[in-house]
């Protein structure tokens, strides 16, 4: 069994997706790095950029897959197969076009939510026991937009709100981390932002 945590950003790799609404969870997981300079480097086996250290006092590994978002679950197969974590010690973060932006919702485990990401994993773990932090990024006016919509920058307005926001979703990462699913479900999950 693995001694460390493990938390996934979800994302694209490249400059053009870089502050993309789909690639909040690289955001995220790239802020929590750098509050606890926690340094990554690209490791090819594991399909993604890789990051070790302590937060609060936890082991942890914090895992930045390059293999595009729809095959994301490549990367985490890859971790879980070498560390051999307990899939409780797993947190996933990610964009939510469900979730209104400012946002968020984690649970220990759950359904993709008809996120491809999400979809990855769980294929290739073959489970869904594993937490998500799902973080709202507004939604599309219609379903064909949905791809156009998540691959697009966010709006000024968000743009003024986004720190905040990474900085809310990285303060669950960390309450996560150091105590339990059920903590952060009861300290961060909302009905809505403005509660």
């Not at 973060?93 to 359904?111: A, C, K, N, W, Y």
Request: glycine fraction near 10%; aromatic fraction near 10%.
């Amino acid at each position: 069994m693995s001694r460390f945590r493990f938390i996934v950003g979800l994302g694209n790799p490249g400059k053009e997706y870089s502050f993309a609404r789909h690639n909040l969870g690289f955001l995220v997981v790239q802020d929590l790095a750098k509050r606890y300079k926690i340094s990554f480097s690209k490791n090819f086996s594991l399909k993604g950029l890789l990051g070790e250290g302590s937060i609060e006092n936890t082991d942890v590994r914090l895992l930045l897959p390059l293999t595009y978002m729809n095959n994301s679950g490549l990367a985490v197969k890859e971790v879980v197969k070498r560390d051999n974590p307990s899939l409780d010690e797993l947190l996933v973060v990610t964009d939510d076009f469900h979730l209104e932006f400012g946002q968020m919702r984690i649970r220990p485990f759950g359904s993709d939510g008809g996120h491809n990401g999400l979809q990855s994993i769980i294929e290739h773990l073959g489970t869904n026991r594993f937490a998500r932090l799902r973080l709202g990024i507004g939604s599309p006016a219609g379903k064909e937009q949905v791809v156009d919509f998540v691959l697009s920058q966010f709006s000024s307005q968000e743009k003024k709100q986004l720190a905040v926001f990474i900085e809310e979703a990285v303060g669950c990462c960390v309450v996560w981390l150091t105590t339990t699913a059920q903590a952060a479900m009861n300290q961060y999950n909302k009905r809505n932002k403005n509660e």
